[in-house]
């Protein structure tokens, strides 16, 4: 519950006691799953360029500068406007690849190159081995969201929320709620993690700082 509390203060800004010279302390893991894995990314937006976040906030305020008078709220359109954005999570969610893998059970004797999986065997598919593959993308271990730059994958490349038929029906539904989020939170308010240089870990769960990317969540002063 404490999770949504945040959130929600976040998106409907009701925090009457959070102020830019009071930051709230906040491990971003408590933002949410979806929502604090991306902020985080590998070890955090703070572990790339300063430029991924500035990009991002360019879009985000063009998107308000062309909106009507009357408006007040996003609408579809607008998200689908987010081109960078949607850059921004795809490579989150490649990197930290929180689905980390799947089994799969051989219906009869199946070879693999040199190798022969007997019927009734499972074999353990592992995602974050695809994501990481230097031959789909260069340098793999870069937070680089500029790849997804006319770059289409194939189904079997990109598999945050699994794969074909199997895939999470949420999907679409997750990365519009992460979308939502991210536009309010780019606009609205400061991450200032306390430990960049934070160890990462990979293992049991999904990439993360050990310390949760442990931040300080300032709320931006409008003049």
């Not at 929180?98 to 009734?120: C, H, M, Q, W």
């Amino acid at each position: 519950m404490e999770k949504l509390v945040f959130i929600y203060q976040i998106l409907q800004n009701i925090d009457s006691t959070s102020t830019s010279n009071s930051p709230a302390l906040v491990p971003t893991h408590q933002m949410g799953h979806r929502n604090g894995l991306a902020i985080v990314g590998r070890k955090s937006w703070f572990a790339t360029t300063v430029g991924i976040l500035g990009q991002n906030e360019v879009e985000q305020e063009e998107i308000i500068r062309r909106r009507p008078p009357i408006q007040t709220r996003l609408t579809l359109k607008e998200i689908r406007q987010m081109e960078y954005l949607s850059k921004v999570i795809d490579e989150t969610m490649r990197l930290v690849t929180f689905s980390l893998t799947v089994f799969r059970e051989a219906k009869s004797d199946v070879n693999i190159n040199i190798y022969l999986v007997p019927k009734g065997w499972r074999a353990l598919a592992w995602f974050r081995t695809i994501h990481y593959d230097p031959k789909i993308y260069p340098n793999p271990m870069e937070f680089n969201p500029s790849r997804w730059d006319n770059f289409i994958p194939k189904a079997t490349e990109f598999m945050p929320f699994g794969v074909r038929g199997r895939s999470c029906p949420g999907n679409e539904l997750a990365k519009l709620e992460i979308i939502v989020f991210l536009h309010h939170f780019i606009l609205n308010y400061r991450l200032e993690q306390l430990n960049p240089k934070s160890p990462v870990m990979y293992l049991p769960q999904h990439t993360r700082p050990v310390d949760n990317c442990m931040a300080r969540v300032h709320k931006i002063s409008k003049a």
